[in-house]
């Protein structure tokens, strides 16, 4: 029986999904890339014609924005539910080496749902089941699978440290920890703990040629490309390991009032210093409205026009990482990094 684990979706086949593909060309493609799935002991998947009521149900299962459910949205033509590693990474290599493009999905909150849309022929890597939780209260430190929700990394290391730690980040409990920790994950103890992204202590990537790389094999580039900048140019995030805080909470209703006025009084203060002139953003919060270009192909002066109002100075510095750990731009979204061939090692 077909399970949702290691389930792989081959979903109907949106006119623009593929830029209107002939019959032969979308046979040929998929094709070759359920034959590399098979070597690759990838087995386990059903097509739209064998099952459809349960291919449109995983295939909207993880998507928060039903404005991408519409018929006229481009879709997925594959979708791969790995539940190892070794899964991710063989996902990953069919998919490049038979021209799929690779969305990366955990939570499926993306705002402008880069995640589970898309213009080529693209394969959405959901990490959905990769969601383990290992927490060392000693250490002070845990590791969260790619797929894990906020919700259950919170619950998971509080239940293993008897409600003594947390981490610092957001309060969506359904939101992905992969797309989260990429973008900064800003939460309510971000004052006094910083970013999520500041308490990453390391990772595990799947990088272009699906190599698993930790921090040190990484390198210090990609090491702080991943923690900021956003998901889906660098690789595929499958674990975070970031360090836990101790943390108090208030069960009496009189506190409330006494954090509740100290909070409106921080937002006044902090009021006049938000920006306006010129305009900027935080990228887990994305805005297609500043700019982006089809298929995630734009040069650097283009994607500059929205990068700048996201990154500001360290726009330059994340092309340079990118045209040296992703030259060929295999992943990318429309509002991805770029890579300057002029760069290019």
């Given at each position: 029986m077909v399970t949702l684990a290691t389930f792989v979706i081959v979903a109907l086949l949106n006119p623009?999904?593929?830029?209107k593909a002939s019959p032969s060309m979308a046979s040929t493609l998929e094709s070759g890339l359920l034959d590399c799935f098979g070597k690759n002991r990838l087995t386990n998947y059903t097509t739209i014609?064998?099952?459809?009521?349960?291919?449109?149900?995983?295939?909207?299962?993880?998507?928060?924005?039903?404005?991408?459910?519409?018929?006229?949205?481009p879709m997925p033509y594959v979708i791969v539910l790995p539940s190892s590693n070794i899964q991710v990474q063989h996902a990953v290599v069919c998919s490049r080496q038979h021209g799929w493009l690779i969305h990366?999905?955990?939570?499926?909150?993306?705002?402008?749902?880069?995640?589970?849309?898309?213009?080529s022929p693209f394969?959405?890597?959901?990490?959905?089941?990769?969601?383990?939780?290992?927490?060392?209260?000693?250490?002070?430190?845990?590791?969260?699978?790619?797929?894990?929700?906020?919700?259950?990394?919170?619950?998971?290391?509080?239940?293993?440290?008897?409600?003594?730690?947390g981490f610092s980040a957001g309060t969506c409990p359904t939101v992905g920890s992969g797309g989260h920790i990429s973008g900064g994950g800003f939460g309510h103890m971000s004052r006094k703990f910083r970013l999520v992204a500041d308490n990453i202590l390391d990772a595990l990537v799947v990088n272009v040629v699906g190599l698993l790389l930790n921090r040190t094999t990484m390198g210090d580039g990609m090491f702080w490309a991943i923690r900021g900048s956003g998901g889906g140019s660098w690789g595929m995030v499958v674990a975070w390991k970031l360090s836990i805080q101790y943390i108090i909470n208030w069960r009496t209703q009189d506190d409330d009032y006494k954090y509740l006025n100290w909070i409106k009084s921080f937002y006044e203060y902090m009021e006049?210093?938000?920006?306006?002139?010129?305009?900027?953003?935080?990228?887990n919060y994305l805005d297609i409205d500043l700019g982006a270009a089809r298929n995630g192909t734009a040069s650097v002066e283009t994607a500059r026009e929205w990068g700048i109002m996201y990154f500001k100075d360290n726009f330059d510095r994340l092309v340079r990482v990118k045209s040296h750990i992703d030259p060929h731009n295999v992943f990318r979204y429309p509002q991805s990094i770029?890579?300057?061939?002029?760069?290019?090692?």
């Open positions: 623009y999904s593929l830029l014609n064998s099952r459809p009521q349960i291919c449109y149900k995983l295939l909207n299962f993880s998507l928060q924005n039903l404005r991408f459910t519409e018929p006229s949205v990366a999905r955990c939570g499926g909150h993306s705002y402008e749902g880069f995640s589970s849309t898309g213009d394969v959405i890597i959901d990490q959905m089941n990769l969601n383990k939780v290992e927490v060392d209260v000693a250490e002070g430190t845990a590791w969260i699978g790619g797929g894990t929700t906020l919700a259950e990394a919170y619950y998971h290391i509080a239940n293993a440290s008897k409600d003594r730690y006049p210093y938000v920006s306006k002139s010129p305009r900027e953003a935080y990228v770029p890579v300057n061939t002029k760069q290019v090692l």
